[in-house]
């Protein structure tokens, strides 16, 4: 398969301008092709990796990628998709989540390739230097109004009389479909991609193209993500799901891909990883005939964050996901265990309790909540169904001591197979 033919079994096409003409260009020869972000973030987030993986997939098969940074559409906002208009970001703002999503960028992306590496640009570098007025006579006299009214971002706006559309955003698709002009005219860039509410966007490059220096150029979407349900893909009660791991944990970032709905494991198999054909259909007669066993989900899970963080994060990530399975704590790292902390209930008690003999665990029960009084808490030890540290514990008179702390502060209690309480001393 040829890159596009690949992002069609994928179910990665929404819209394409001239396929025929599109599939002939990439069979026969390597294109140069773009995608644009705007850093109103200091991450990616796991929303944004549909098109900026779809980059990649024409980069392994031959094609060159270009990623744009929108330092100059960054600082407008783009009206897609939205019901209100963005806040405006501040210049140093721009210029710092440009840095930061750089480095995610490496991941993602090929820079170092001998033949067709990737490249990184600011459309700053080329906006800021043109004057208003020359935008407006160079640019601008090739827009109807009355097209872009038509265009589904800006109508939507439109026709909300509460919230309405600024001139500022009115403007992104001119700025915009700049961009594709630009690099059309010095990189020879003759395909944009972008999620499916770019579409307008994207046409509206093609038209500035054809009129101004008589090149036809082709655009392709991607379907916007949901899951199987109609919610937003990306979302958790938390937030958005971002690639930083300082804003969302390799071990909760693997969790979100390994809670995928059983309806959506397969889709996202074929959308966010690079799993070959073979193996994608392997695991869905897996997950077909034997779906308690998540291979497909496991397998999600592991692809991607291998991707995104690395297989030996990965790994830690795997290991912090088994011990709340009751897998053992033997050479666990602080940093895994860390992970799940804030995944449990918690209970803080005075270190110095658990000084001398200690504190008996038939209270520390009570006290964590696992159970409700001291005689339950007796029933449960000697019933085996309480475990501390995952290993099992019926001795009623066990007690807790600071030689039983892990890192030298806390203490993993579990009644049954999924009720956990970390206990931590202070």
């Given at each position: 398969?040829?890159?596009?033919?690949?992002?069609?079994?994928?179910?990665?096409?929404?819209?394409?301008?001239?396929?025929?003409?599109?599939?002939?260009?990439?069979?026969?020869?390597?294109?140069?092709?773009?995608?644009?972000?705007?850093?109103?973030?200091?991450?990616?987030?796991?929303?944004?990796?549909?098109?900026?993986?779809?980059?990649?997939?024409?980069?392994?098969?031959?094609?060159?990628?270009?990623?744009?940074?929108?330092?100059?559409?960054?600082?407008?906002?783009?009206?897609?998709?939205?019901?209100?208009?963005?806040?405006?970001?501040?210049?140093?703002?721009?210029?710092?989540?440009?840095?930061?999503?750089?480095?995610?960028?490496?991941?993602?992306?090929?820079?170092?390739?001998?033949?067709?590496?990737?490249?990184?640009?600011?459309?700053?570098?080329?906006?800021?230097?043109?004057?208003?007025?020359?935008?407006?006579?160079?640019?601008?006299?090739?827009?109807?109004?009355?097209?872009?009214?038509?265009?589904?971002?800006?109508?939507?706006?439109?026709?909300?009389?509460?919230?309405?559309?600024?001139?500022?955003?009115?403007?992104?698709?001119?700025?915009?479909?700049?961009?594709?002009?630009?690099?059309?005219?010095?990189?020879?860039?003759?395909?944009?991609?972008?999620?499916?509410?770019?579409?307008?966007?994207?046409?509206?490059?093609?038209?500035?193209?054809?009129?101004?220096?008589?090149?036809?150029?082709?655009?392709?979407?991607?379907?916007?993500?949901?899951?199987?349900?109609?919610?937003?893909?990306?979302?958790?009660?938390?937030?958005?799901?971002?690639?930083?791991?300082?804003?969302?944990?390799?071990?909760?970032?693997?969790?979100?891909?390994?809670?995928?709905?059983?309806?959506?494991?397969?889709?996202?198999?074929?959308?966010?990883?690079?799993?070959?054909?073979?193996?994608?259909?392997?695991?869905?007669?897996?997950?077909?005939?034997?779906?308690?066993?998540?291979?497909?989900?496991?397998?999600?899970?592991?692809?991607?964050?291998?991707?995104?963080?690395?297989?030996?994060?990965?790994?830690?990530?795997?290991?912090?996901?088994?011990?709340?399975?009751?897998?053992?704590?033997?050479?666990?790292?602080?940093?895994?265990?860390?992970?799940?902390?804030?995944?449990?209930?918690?209970?803080?008690?005075?270190?110095?309790?658990?000084?001398?003999?200690?504190?008996?665990?038939?209270?520390?029960?009570?006290?964590?909540?696992?159970?409700p009084s001291k005689g339950q808490a007796r029933k449960d030890l000697e019933g085996g169904g309480v475990s501390v540290n995952n290993a099992r514990e019926s001795n009623v008179k066990r007690a807790i001591t600071t030689n039983d702390l892990l890192f030298g502060r806390h203490l993993l209690l579990r009644k049954g197979k999924r009720n956990y309480v970390v206990v931590t001393a202070k």
């Amino acid at each position: 398969m040829n890159a596009l033919e690949e992002l069609e079994w994928r179910g990665l096409i929404a819209d394409c301008t001239d396929r025929d003409e599109l599939n002939k260009k990439v069979s026969s020869a390597p294109i140069t092709l773009y995608c644009g972000f705007d850093p109103t973030a200091d991450s990616l987030h796991v929303g944004n990796l549909v098109p900026l993986l779809a980059l990649r997939r024409f980069q392994l098969a031959g094609h060159h990628p270009i990623a744009v940074a929108g330092g100059a559409t960054g600082s407008i906002g783009d009206p897609s998709g939205k019901t209100a208009e963005r806040k405006l970001l501040a210049k140093e703002t721009i210029a710092a989540n440009i840095a930061n999503v750089k480095a995610q960028l490496r991941r993602l992306l090929d820079f170092d390739a001998k033949t067709n590496p990737a490249r990184l640009v600011d459309n700053a570098s080329w906006t800021t230097t043109v004057s208003y007025l020359d935008f407006l006579r160079d640019i601008g006299k090739h827009f109807s109004v009355n097209q872009m009214i038509q265009k589904e971002s800006v109508r939507a706006r439109m026709e909300d009389r509460e919230v309405g559309i600024s001139y500022t955003e009115f403007s992104y698709m001119l700025l915009q479909a700049y961009d594709f002009y630009v690099l059309c005219r010095d990189e020879n860039c003759e395909l944009q991609i972008g999620g499916s509410d770019q579409w307008g966007n994207i046409t509206a490059g093609i038209d500035l193209c054809r009129k101004k220096l008589g090149k036809q150029v082709y655009g392709l979407t991607h379907p916007l993500i949901t899951n199987a349900d109609g919610t937003k893909f990306g979302k958790t009660e938390a937030g958005s799901v971002w690639l930083d791991p300082k804003k969302t944990s390799v071990y909760k970032f693997y969790q979100f891909w390994i809670r995928t709905g059983d309806c959506d494991v397969i889709r996202y198999l074929k959308y966010f990883t690079f799993l070959s054909r073979e193996e994608i259909e392997a695991l869905e007669a897996e997950h077909k005939e034997k779906p308690e066993t998540r291979a497909a989900h496991r397998g999600l899970a592991k692809a991607v964050t291998d991707l995104v963080h690395g297989s030996g994060a990965t790994g830690e990530a795997i290991r912090a996901s088994e011990i709340l399975f009751g897998g053992g704590l033997e050479g666990i790292s602080e940093g895994t265990f860390d992970e799940i902390v804030g995944e449990v209930p918690t209970q803080e008690i005075e270190k110095a309790e658990l000084d001398g003999v200690g504190l008996p665990l038939v209270e520390l029960l009570v006290r964590s909540g696992l159970c409700p009084s001291k005689g339950q808490a007796r029933k449960d030890l000697e019933g085996g169904g309480v475990s501390v540290n995952n290993a099992r514990e019926s001795n009623v008179k066990r007690a807790i001591t600071t030689n039983d702390l892990l890192f030298g502060r806390h203490l993993l209690l579990r009644k049954g197979k999924r009720n956990y309480v970390v206990v931590t001393a202070k």
